[in-house]
């Protein structure tokens, strides 16, 4: 390439990048959202000029997902409770102790990585969440950090912080091994996508307090936080006041914290999406936006959750609720949802919502432009409970028969992704439409916002015959074969998915 060629085409990539960052722009959270809400009034809407977001093929890649699958594992987990580390803010003191002891006797001799992943596989699963660390402080992965301040829940006179210099993670447990290591090692061999979770706030580190419902709480709580007043709430009479962080505990605070997300990129290969959980405050937010930012450099395309930084992030999570409508905002979304009563493990049966629920949720969130990830968790021994295992491989099932419809497709324009108890998806070329019906139409279905190219046909996914259609002016009239009023001759359960070629999507 000559120097005149070269300058053009320069100037060409330079104007490109331009127009992909000007594209986004309008990259906003739904006012709605919650997690947005604690931080809008101290994060910028509008990121520094230093910073970028993952590229366009990172987002591409993200909502070419479609379903994933939420893993929370703990200390918690020993206990057998529900809830994840949130129980830990009810506990006594002398059970708080005993508590941040529990990492001595963590050996989960049933975890196997390769069977959750081959689980994951099997299940139709495109990407994984694992918490590398919950708001509990322990953390499931070898790190160089070290902890040099706690609570002694149960010293003379009261509560009190003391010295101390530990990891607090896995390596100081009987077990050892690194399970964020072996969980990526095993998805890469299968192409799931990486997803690791972290809190921000840690309530074993005493550096971290006062933030997010730390049990630890100080005179400037209110202004450190903004949401005192729930802590308070939370945290009743086992709430304990000390003394403001000194300057030299926020560097170490902010430190640790940026040390152990910098481990998370680095140590790993490459990750596909940070899950970053909660919040800090107005104060510490220049130095916490300094991390994000180096965050950025360590992997570019790291798509980044937006809790605690608001605009920053890449995606978003709708928690517990599929949107009600289409559209809220132009950031990426996943909803998260548990399978059980909590993220965490479930020990009875019946508390697991059914395939069938995960698959009207998955479609559901899919024709409104997002993705549904489901969450479960181990019991202690590393082991998911049969219930949610059959659940999972179910689903697994339904997505071999109409999984063309749901991963790598996008959501219609408009008001186009319902029609009652319909729901659409499109292929990014606009070419094919997929209507799928979440109650079993009986004798025949009605389309009335697709039009079938002409002389196409229409099919059921999974079926092998195309079915009989006219027009009519109310729109697209499907027969149902008369064999399938059969429920045990369907191709599939729960809901089913019907292929039109199109003139327009």
């Not at 450099?297 to 920053?312: C, F, S």
């Not at 998806?425 to 039009?451: C, H, I, N, S």
Request: proline share 7%; hydrophobic share 35%.
């Amino acid at each position: 390439m000559n120097r005149r060629d070269f300058l053009i085409a320069s100037l060409a990539s330079s104007a490109a990048m331009r127009h992909a960052e000007a594209q986004r722009v309008n990259h906003f959270l739904p006012k709605t959202d919650s997690h947005y809400r604690q931080t809008e009034s101290y994060v910028e809407d509008i990121p520094v000029p230093e910073y970028h977001w993952a590229s366009d093929k990172a987002y591409e890649s993200f909502r070419d997902l479609k379903y994933g699958v939420r893993l929370h594992f703990g200390l918690y987990s020993i206990r057998g409770e529900p809830k994840e580390s949130w129980p830990f803010l009810e506990l006594s003191f002398e059970e708080r102790q005993r508590y941040q002891q529990l990492y001595k006797t963590w050996n989960p001799q049933g975890f196997n990585a390769d069977e959750w992943a081959d689980l994951f596989a099997a299940g139709g699963i495109k990407m994984f969440a694992f918490t590398s660390k919950h708001h509990e402080g322990f953390s499931l992965f070898h790190t160089r950090t070290r902890v040099r301040q706690r609570v002694n829940w149960t010293a003379p006179g009261g509560p009190r912080m003391e010295p101390c210099d530990l990891a607090y993670s896995i390596e100081e447990t009987p077990f050892k091994r690194d399970i964020v290591k072996e969980l990526c090692d095993a998805a890469r061999k299968r192409n799931l996508a990486i997803d690791l979770y972290f809190s921000h706030p840690d309530w074993y580190d005493a550096d971290f307090r006062p933030y997010v419902y730390h049990p630890l709480q100080v005179p400037s709580s209110n202004i450190l936080t903004r949401d005192f007043e729930t802590a308070k709430k939370r945290l009743g009479d086992r709430m304990v006041i000390v003394p403001d962080p000194t300057p030299e505990e926020v560097d170490r605070m902010v430190a640790r914290h940026r040390a152990q997300l910098t481990e998370l990129l680095t140590n790993y290969g490459k990750i596909d999406m940070l899950c970053l959980d909660m919040w800090f405050g107005p104060k510490i937010w220049p130095r916490i936006r300094e991390t994000v930012l180096r965050l950025r450099e360590l992997q570019p395309d790291v798509m980044l959750r937006a809790r605690g930084i608001g605009n920053y992030g890449d995606y978003y999570t709708p928690e517990g609720f599929v949107p009600g409508r289409k559209g809220n905002t132009n950031t990426p979304w996943f909803v998260i949802y548990p399978l059980g009563t909590s993220f965490s493990y479930e020990p009875f049966a019946e508390n697991y919502k059914g395939a069938g629920w995960i698959v009207r949720n998955l479609v559901d969130s899919v024709a409104k432009g997002g993705g549904f990830m489901v969450g479960i968790g181990p019991d202690g021994n590393g082991r998911f409970h049969p219930a949610a295992v059959q659940q999972l491989k179910e689903v697994g099932e339904w997505l071999k028969v109409n999984g063309k419809g749901i991963y790598a497709t996008r959501e219609r324009e408009g008001e186009l992704w319902s029609e009652g108890d319909l729901r659409f998806t499109r292929t990014k070329d606009k070419t094919t439409v997929y209507a799928f019906t979440l109650k079993w139409p009986g004798d025949k279905m009605l389309l009335r916002t697709v039009k079938p190219a002409k002389g196409s046909d229409i099919r059921m996914l999974g079926a092998n015959e195309p079915l009989k259609w006219n027009l009519t002016p109310d729109g697209v009239e499907i027969q149902m074969p008369s064999g399938m009023q059969d429920e045990s001759r369907r191709p599939c359960r729960f809901a089913w998915g019907f292929q039109v070629q199109v003139e327009s999507a």
